[in-house]
């Protein structure tokens, strides 16, 4: 029983260790004050919503996954988030590196539920350019970019409303 238990504590671990902790800050904020040049959105299939330019206007670049908890916790609010801001121009776009079979599938579930343009990354590129920069190893995690800039990354439930606000100014 004790072998049990240890090895599911274990799975638990590793499982988890891909993802960020509900809630919890993961070291993003604010970047610099004329932002940072984002990285380049390359994308392998458009699973939901058409492609988009992150060179102009404000975008949100959301890396999350299906296995993972909290990016599964975070996609009401990002729904609330992009139907507040839409008619603002603001497009959310959910990247995740699995494939289209695991995703497709999730997507078409959740419905209505996750209202938000949702992409393939190609290879690991655009999660690369993007996490790999600002050395983001947890996810969910998010980016604003705005005029091809990034202003602001963070965990989606962390201030986002308000950084895409000032983001706007």
């Known amino acids: 029983?004790?072998?049990?238990?240890?090895?599911?504590?274990?799975?638990?671990?590793?499982?988890?260790?891909?993802?960020?902790?509900?809630?919890?800050?993961?070291?993003?904020?604010?970047?610099s004050a004329g932002g940072d040049p984002a990285g380049k959105l390359d994308v392998?299939?458009?699973?939901?919503?058409?492609?988009?330019?992150?060179?102009?206007?404000?975008?949100?670049?959301?890396?999350?996954?299906?296995?993972?908890?909290?990016?599964?916790?975070?996609?009401?609010h990002l729904t609330e988030t992009q139907a507040k801001f839409k008619d603002r121009g603001v497009n959310i776009i959910g990247v995740t590196n699995e494939s289209l079979d695991e995703v497709e599938p999730f997507v078409k579930k959740m419905g209505d539920k996750m209202d938000y343009t949702v992409a393939i990354d190609n290879g690991r590129t655009t999660s690369d350019e993007f996490m790999g920069r600002y050395g983001v190893n947890g996810i969910p995690h998010a980016f604003i970019v705005k005029d091809g800039k990034v202003v602001w990354h963070d965990h989606p439930m962390s201030g986002l409303d308000q950084a895409i606000e000032d983001a706007l100014k």
């Open 44 to 76: 392998a299939h458009w699973v939901k919503g058409k492609s988009v330019d992150i060179s102009k206007g404000v975008h949100v670049v959301e890396f999350w996954a299906t296995w993972c908890p909290p990016c599964r916790t975070s996609i009401p």
């Open 1 to 31: 029983m004790k072998t049990v238990i240890f090895s599911f504590c274990i799975a638990s671990i590793l499982v988890l260790s891909g993802c960020g902790r509900f809630g919890e800050s993961s070291g993003g904020g604010k970047v």
